[in-house]
């Protein structure tokens, strides 16, 4: 594959994933609202499941009050996960995006940049040509002293 057709099949990907991955329009129902906000909790009971998944008594508790908060509507959805999170702090299934969180959220690229580098390095060095070794007079004697002898 040329050059040219892996950009375009790159672009072709990108594409589809910017016209999946874009958020679709209009009104978000309150059941939207407790979904999406129990989605990024985890249930302090469960091994591994939501808040919005799981049918343990402490996720339906959890569910019950995003949605009485979600309903009373005086509050956004990131106060609402804030004010869950005071209750139970550990059970943010993101990590945050400060402090330790930025660690978790930074290790991932800085690896993937390190590993692009690296390929990078690896790239110019098979493509640079190899300068032929000098070769000293000692060298040259025994070379000619080789073809010569049968």
């Known amino acids: 594959m040329n050059r040219r057709a892996v950009w375009?099949?790159?672009?072709?990907?990108?594409?589809?994933?910017l016209v999946?991955?874009?958020?679709?329009?209009?009104?978000?129902?309150?059941?939207?609202?407790?979904?999406?906000i129990g989605a990024d909790l985890r249930c302090p009971t469960c091994q591994g499941m939501s808040v919005a998944a799981s049918e343990a008594p402490a996720a339906v508790g959890i569910r019950e009050e995003i949605a009485r908060r979600v309903a009373?509507?005086?509050?956004?959805?990131?106060?609402?996960?804030?004010?869950?999170?005071s209750l139970y702090?550990?059970?943010?299934?993101?990590?945050?995006?400060?402090?330790?969180?930025?660690?978790?959220?930074?290790?991932?690229?800085?690896?993937?940049?390190v590993v692009v580098g690296g390929l990078a390095v690896v790239v110019r060095r098979r493509r640079r040509p190899r300068a032929?070794?000098?070769?000293?007079?000692?060298?040259?004697?025994?070379?000619?002293?080789a073809l010569r002898s049968p």
Do not use: C, F, H
């Not at 790159?10 to 994933?17: D, I, P, S, Y």
């Open 8 to 17: 375009a099949v790159m672009g072709v990907v990108l594409v589809g994933a």
């Open 20 to 36: 999946i991955g874009s958020p679709r329009d209009g009104p978000v129902t309150d059941e939207a609202r407790v979904r999406r």
């Open 72 to 85: 009373d509507g005086r509050e956004t959805d990131g106060q609402i996960k804030a004010y869950i999170l």
């Open 89 to 113: 702090p550990n059970i943010g299934l993101r990590p945050e995006t400060r402090g330790l969180g930025l660690v978790v959220w930074a290790l991932p690229v800085l690896a993937v940049a």
């Open 132 to 145: 032929a070794a000098a070769l000293s007079d000692d060298d040259r004697l025994l070379v000619e002293q």
